[in-house]
């Protein structure tokens, strides 16, 4: 089947500390790959996507890259700063109409 | 702004009851999704429309539904509702019946009492 497995949270760091954030995923086609966030009170927004293999997708700091040998897609971010904390969902698409999400990773970054 | 409008934002109800969730979707995107996401369930797509078909179908318990309407606006209808149901119902639309992403909207939250 498809799904995503994400760390299980909260993962809580200091300021400019280095993030990295697990997700694996299962898929029974060629998925595109997506990291969304979700601050409180909001919905989710798109933040990087790759769309295949050794694709890396990069916005705000943030990179991931997409490693097919490994199924893994990990959330990473040299310096956190305190307006990042927030809840990091890793999905995957395919076919594009349906979207498999992870459970989500909270993130709480301390001054 | 993702610019998909979601209402109502809150809604309080009793067990037993029906409620009609609402999303306009992005100007132009064909493409409405709808999501749950509750603390156990995580995130779980219920099912899409694509102007005006239904297009896929995940979780969705038959006590849901959903329509998709001539103007690309869209309605999630609960019934027969239980104290489970209680969650963030999300909308999201995208242009096209295979795009490469979703835009979400802020929820409604339901609660169920």
């Known amino acids: 089947g498809n799904s995503v497995t994400q760390m299980e949270g909260p993962v809580t760091l200091s300021e400019e500390a280095f993030l990295t954030i697990n997700c694996t995923y299962t898929?029974?086609?060629?998925?595109?790959l997506f990291w969304y966030v979700q601050y409180p009170g909001e919905g989710l927004q798109l933040l990087l996507k790759?769309?295949?293999?050794?694709d890396k997708g990069s916005n705000k700091g943030f990179e991931a890259t997409y490693r097919k040998e490994t199924t893994s897609f990990h959330l990473e971010k040299g310096s956190v700063q305190v307006s990042d904390s927030a809840v990091y969902f890793c999905?995957?698409?395919?076919?594009?109409?349906?979207?498999?999400f992870g459970s989500g990773t909270k993130l709480n970054v301390k001054p | 702004d993702s610019g998909v409008t979601q209402t109502p934002k809150h809604l309080i109800t009793a067990t037993g009851q029906r409620v009609t969730l609402r999303c306009s979707p992005r100007?132009?995107?064909?493409?409405v999704y709808w999501y749950q996401q509750s603390l156990d369930q995580g995130l779980q797509f219920l099912i899409q429309y694509y102007n005006g078909e239904e297009r896929a179908k995940g979780n969705i318990l038959e006590r849901f539904s959903a329509q998709q309407f001539p103007d690309l606006h869209s309605e999630l209808n609960l019934s027969s509702l239980e104290l489970g149901d209680s969650a963030l119902y999300f909308c999201a639309s995208s242009p096209g019946d295979r795009s490469t992403e979703a835009f979400f909207g802020q929820g409604t939250r339901l609660t169920v009492v």
């Open positions: 100007s132009g995107d064909l493409s």
């Open positions: 898929a029974t086609g060629y998925p595109s």
């Open positions: 999905a995957l698409g395919l076919n594009f109409n349906k979207f498999y």
């Open positions: 790759a769309t295949k293999a050794d």
